[in-house]
Antibody
């Protein structure tokens, strides 16, 4: 079955970087894009960006431009999201999701909790 | 950042019908882009509920239905069940400079 499995929880200090992985299985990885979405504690969903697994093209949310980088490794069917210069308000659960059709997300990874604390 | 506006909460008794609105703008829903809906049960990842305004993925009960008109969309749940208590989010494509996709503010459905 189609599945996205993310890396484990991370604890980082302010100013550090974090890199979250998302390993896909059950489908042809390069046929779909991957989006990253985050959810701060008790808050709603925030779209972070999208990467084409076919050619590596990216599109990032304006508020994260310059701090986020999304990449893929087609040899292992894995997507990565790196966020730099972490702040306390980056504390959130980070999700990856396969992008289908004209832009719906299915399925989603299980989520990765990133805690930024001194 | 553009957002789609949803009511913070709706509630209903078991068996009742509830609806959740999702109001956008001319850069997303009003521009003709499709609306999709997700259900998020407590402590879990979101799950696709409706795609392309009104289509249900395999396995989603037909108690859930979606519609779209103008700059808004709606999700209806008929025959409300206890297991439907969750957060619901709408999502669409956005042509503004802030990014490709946008989510709704989220609605908590409570089964009384």
């Amino acid at each position: 079955q189609v599945q996205l499995v993310q890396s484990g929880a991370e604890v980082k200090k302010p100013g550090a970087s974090v890199k979250v992985s998302c390993k896909a299985s059950g489908y042809t990885f390069t046929s779909y894009g991957i989006s990253w979405v985050r959810q701060a504690p008790g808050q709603g969903l925030e779209w972070m960006g999208w990467i084409s697994a076919y050619n590596g093209n990216t599109n990032y949310a304006q508020k994260l431009q310059g701090r986020v980088t999304m990449t893929t490794d087609t040899s292992t069917s894995t997507a990565y999201m790196e966020l730099r210069s972490l702040r306390s308000d980056d504390t959130a659960v980070y999700y990856c999701a396969r992008v289908r059709g004209v832009g719906w997300f299915d399925p989603w990874g299980q989520g990765t909790l990133v805690t930024v604390s001194s | 950042q553009s957002v789609l506006t949803q009511p913070p909460s709706v509630s209903g008794a078991p068996g009742q019908r509830v609806t959740i609105s999702c109001t956008g703008s001319s850069s997303n829903i009003g521009a003709g882009y499709d609306v999709h809906w997700y259900q998020q049960l407590p402590g879990t990842a979101p799950k696709l509920l409706i795609y392309g305004n009104s289509n249900r993925p395999s396995g989603v009960p037909d108690r859930f239905s979606g519609s779209k008109s103008g700059t808004s969309a709606s999700l209806a749940i008929t025959g409300l069940q206890a297991e439907d208590e969750a957060d619901y989010y709408c999502q669409s494509y956005d042509s503004s400079l802030s990014g490709l996709y946008v989510f709704g503010t989220g609605t908590k459905v409570t089964v009384l």
